[in-house]
């Protein structure tokens, strides 16, 4: 059997993907903002926090940002107000969404094809509130703030 080459586009696709859910996965509920800055660089955050630097680095991968936002828009996986300059305004996770998180895609290929995408987010972000949670614990039990 002939492997089928996966088009660059679509890796694109996956890896913009990967990187807009589980930005929205880590800061559920709280509705995000992505940006295309003039500097070339993508932003994401929240009204309360000041944005930070996100998604890949590769400059190949940028023409990719808009259409794979714009897509999951559309196709109903994700709530925004985008306007025509690239933001992307009170972006949220869908009930939709939601189900696929259930059933890893296989396309986005995260080399743990036995876990589901959104089992592999909630580990790394519990493995982060772990590590904060200790934090929090230690400057509870110790007085020190």
Do not use: C
């Not at 996965?25 to 509705?31: A, D, Q, S």
């Not at 309360?48 to 897509?71: I, K, Q």
């Not at 009170?90 to 009930?95: A, I, N, P, R, S």
């Amino acid at each position: 059997m002939t492997n089928i080459q996966v088009p660059p586009g679509v890796e694109a696709f996956n890896l913009w993907t990967y990187w807009i859910v589980a930005q929205l996965w880590n800061e559920f509920p709280k509705p995000q903002f992505f940006s295309h800055q003039r500097n070339g660089a993508f932003v994401a955050g929240n009204q309360e926090a000041v944005p930070e630097p996100f998604g890949p680095s590769d400059p190949d991968l940028a023409d990719h940002f808009r259409p794979t936002m714009d897509w999951l828009i559309s196709n109903g996986y994700l709530t925004s107000k985008p306007n025509h300059f690239g933001i992307y305004a009170l972006v949220g996770l869908t009930e939709k969404s939601f189900n696929v998180l259930k059933e890893s895609p296989r396309s986005l290929g995260l080399g743990k094809e036995d876990k589901p995408l959104g089992a592999l987010i909630r580990e790394a972000g519990i493995s982060h509130a772990t590590a904060a949670f200790i934090d929090l614990a230690v400057k509870a039990l110790t007085g020190r703030h």
